[in-house]
């Protein structure tokens, strides 16, 4: 019996999830968890996309598609981009993909292999790494601190890039952070000539100002976005990527053989997304800023020092080492003993170490509730 492959003992298990599946082990003993842990909206996806699909489902539409996607769904992407950053995009540039999961799978087996490289911040999602290694290719660390809003340092970027360089992978809104890339920072990564892959899946959760796309600024650079975060669909699975022309074929050609098509019928619940959901989008990202608000005056209070403003997505990267050396040690301790599960900084990279990651998408009760347990906690322990 051969054992199994380098690569599947290799990837690392997401920390995230392993503090998900011990929250949900908790639960079925009966303890009442509440979860600061995963980022997924507790809303429901808007009434018109659950209709969209209900109906699709209804009048069959359940084939495969177009392997880049419904041209109906691409067109609705073009526009959307259009008409909110004013970027050009052809429908033939982009590919629908079940989540953007895929997206990325797309476009790093066709950048990457052997002796190539790719800059992402540190801390940074613990599957982009994943993603880069996965296909061969070296993640090159950029260290981003508090202290610089966590935003990226140009001249530090300059110095990690080589003739090895493929990307600089990018997520902005942040996670673990909810830093918002500033626009002129954007704007002079996109003239490195070195293309951006910009994770855009947390636009639309944008509470301080506005975000750009990195459309605007280059044609050179890849945007995955999708529907998971702003409409609440992360069980639906769908997402895309934009990319320069030449990619295209190739990439096409990875989806053919390995996912054919992201589901029909989930792809006219997109449509319906972007063309009907404008208001409820609006009613979800004023609730998520009264609950980051709410969070951050509530973490501080706390004792914890937070000195930088997450202006998007649901998270707070929290400075907690005053507590303990280990976030893994500490985030494990306060889910047993507190009943509340936050994600620990170490799963987001080295520079994580000493932070915990807090996720707002829950309910401003159950933030009430989860940070008096903390707070008992943090009292027990002082």
């Known amino acids: ?28 003993q009966g303890r009442d968890v509440i979860s600061f842990g995963l980022g997924e909206p507790d809303f429901q996806p808007p009434q018109c996309v659950q209709e969209a699909c209900i109906r699709a489902i209804r009048e069959n539409k359940t084939k495969y598609t177009h392997s880049q996607g419904l041209i109906e769904l691409r067109e609705a992407i073009a526009e959307h981009y ?13 590919i629908v993909t079940p989540g953007t999961s895929p997206a990325f799978l797309l476009i790093f087996a066709t950048l990457l292999e052997q002796n190539t490289e790719v800059i992402l911040p ?3 999602y613990p599957c982009d790494a994943n993603f880069v290694e996965f296909f061969d290719g070296q993640v090159r660390e950029l260290a981003i601190q508090e202290s610089e809003d966590f935003q990226w340092n140009i001249d530090k970027v300059k110095e990690l890039i080589s003739e090895k360089t493929r990307a ?16 002129e920072i954007l704007k002079k990564l996109s003239l490195l000539g070195v293309p951006i892959v910009s994770d855009e899946i947390y636009h639309g959760l944008v509470y301080d100002g506005e975000e750009h796309s990195a459309l605007e600024f280059s044609d050179l650079n890849f945007v995955v976005n999708g529907f998971s975060k702003a409409y609440a669909m992360t069980g639906y699975r769908l997402g895309y990527v934009i990319s320069p022309q030449k990619f295209i074929r190739p990439m096409q050609k990875i989806q053919q053989n390995f996912i054919i098509s992201a589901s029909q019928f989930i792809q006219e619940a997109g449509i319906a997304a972007l063309k009907e959901a404008g208001p409820d989008l609006e009613r979800m990202r004023g609730e998520f800023k009264k609950r980051r608000d709410f969070m951050l005056s509530g973490l501080k209070k706390l004792g914890f020092p937070i000195h930088y403003t997450p202006q998007g997505a649901f998270y707070i990267f929290v400075k907690s080492d005053h507590l303990s050396k280990s976030s893994f040690d500490l985030s494990f301790d306060i889910l047993n003993k507190a009943n509340v599960a936050v994600t620990p900084g170490i799963d987001f990279g080295s520079r994580g170490e000493g932070y915990l990651r807090f996720s707002y998408a829950t309910s401003i009760d159950r933030i009430e509730e989860g940070l008096q347990r903390i707070k008992t906690y943090i009292e027990a322990i002082s």
């Open 1 to 28: 019996m051969h054992s199994h492959s380098a690569k599947s003992e290799q990837i690392k298990s997401f920390i995230a999830m392993d503090i998900l599946e011990a929250a949900q082990e908790l639960r079925k």
């Open 82 to 94: 259009l008409l909110k950053y004013k970027a050009h995009v052809n429908p033939d540039q982009i």
């Open 122 to 124: 540190n801390p940074h």
């Open 168 to 183: 600089l992978f990018m997520t902005s809104p942040s996670n673990p952070t909810g830093t918002v890339i500033k626009n």
